[in-house]
């Protein structure tokens, strides 16, 4: 009598492969993460009470985590997935599979000094003491450079350092760079590298998790595909319709329809924004009118 049971627990479990996606909870990605989910087509409440939230209409669970957090749970299969900043993930040391950049939360780790201080260049930091929440990264940056420094880790406000005395200079995630400006810092080239936030998952997926994942691979790049086009639409006269055709730029090629108005067409096309406006006053000229430019959400080809 146990055997049916046991079946049924068995298939229930096959039936119910959840992915956990792991989420910066708050902070500089946690919005736009949680943007990309809904525009990929996951449904989930966060109302800021609950650190697990259940997706009503994909077979996944998003736990909110501290940022530093999400490597170690991808890496020790505790999370499926996870959306964090290369930085992160870098600096951790954590063995993750880094899947696909996801194109927001640009920023930079760079090396910053007073602007009035005598280090013009990253080589005249020799000997030096460099405060920073990234100690890993900074250390392999110039052990790789064989320029000696000491390290002053510190778990944040590093800017303040240099003017503390507690540093010579910094380590430190740069976005915009008016931090530094406020705390008359400037960064010097090259910053130790560049990072955005990125997908990464555990090496060791299930078949069935591995599935979901392609699934959710196949909505980002519809989404990613999207991101800088528009949907273009106009009318000609068919005395003009050859030429337009030319101009308008497309994927592969507008489509071409016949309207109610005898002699008249309506062309459709999808372009890159800057595409459109480079095109828009020849477009004009050869006699496009009544041109519309609308969003586009997503692209699969």
């Not at 409440?45 to 998003?62: E, M, Q, R, S, W």
């Not at 640009?106 to 080589?123: D, E, G, Q, T, Y």
């Not at 406000?157 to 976005?175: K, L, N």
Request: net charge positive; proline share 5%; glycine share 4%.
């Amino acid at each position: 009598m146990l055997l049916p049971v046991f079946v049924g627990i068995a298939m229930t479990n096959t039936m119910t492969t959840r992915l956990k996606i792991a989420l910066q909870k708050k902070g500089r990605l946690a919005d736009e993460s949680f943007a990309l989910l809904r525009k990929i087509g996951l449904t989930f409440v966060a109302n800021g009470h609950y650190l697990v939230l259940k997706c009503t209409d994909f077979p996944a669970d998003i736990l909110l985590l501290r940022d530093d957090d999400i490597p170690a749970f991808v890496a020790r299969g505790s999370a499926d997935l996870g959306i964090v900043g290369q930085n992160v993930v870098r600096e951790s040391g954590k063995k993750v599979r880094e899947i696909a950049p996801l194109g927001f939360g640009a920023c930079r780790l760079a090396i910053a000094v007073p602007r009035n201080s005598k280090f013009k260049k990253i080589a005249d930091l020799k000997n030096s003491t460099i405060a920073t929440e990234y100690p890993n990264s900074t250390k392999k940056f110039f052990r790789e450079l064989k320029i000696p420094v000491s390290l002053a880790e510190l778990s944040g406000s590093a800017e303040i350092a240099p003017e503390m005395g507690v540093a010579d200079a910094i380590a430190d995630i740069v976005d915009t760079g008016t931090t530094l400006e406020a705390h008359n810092l400037i960064p010097l080239e090259p910053p130790i590298f560049r990072s955005e936030a990125i997908l990464v998952a555990d090496p060791k997926l299930s078949s069935a998790k591995k599935k979901l994942l392609e699934d959710l691979i196949a909505r980002i790049e519809a989404v990613q595909k999207a991101s800088d086009k528009k949907y273009v639409v106009l009318n000609c006269s068919e005395k003009n319709l050859a030429k337009i055709e030319k101009l308008l730029p497309a994927l592969e090629a507008p489509t071409i329809l016949p309207l109610a108005k005898n002699g008249e067409f309506a062309l459709q096309s999808v372009a890159t924004e800057k595409e459109f406006w480079a095109a828009l006053p020849r477009l004009k000229a050869a006699g496009a009118k009544d041109i519309l430019l609308l969003n586009v959400e997503k692209i699969v080809l």
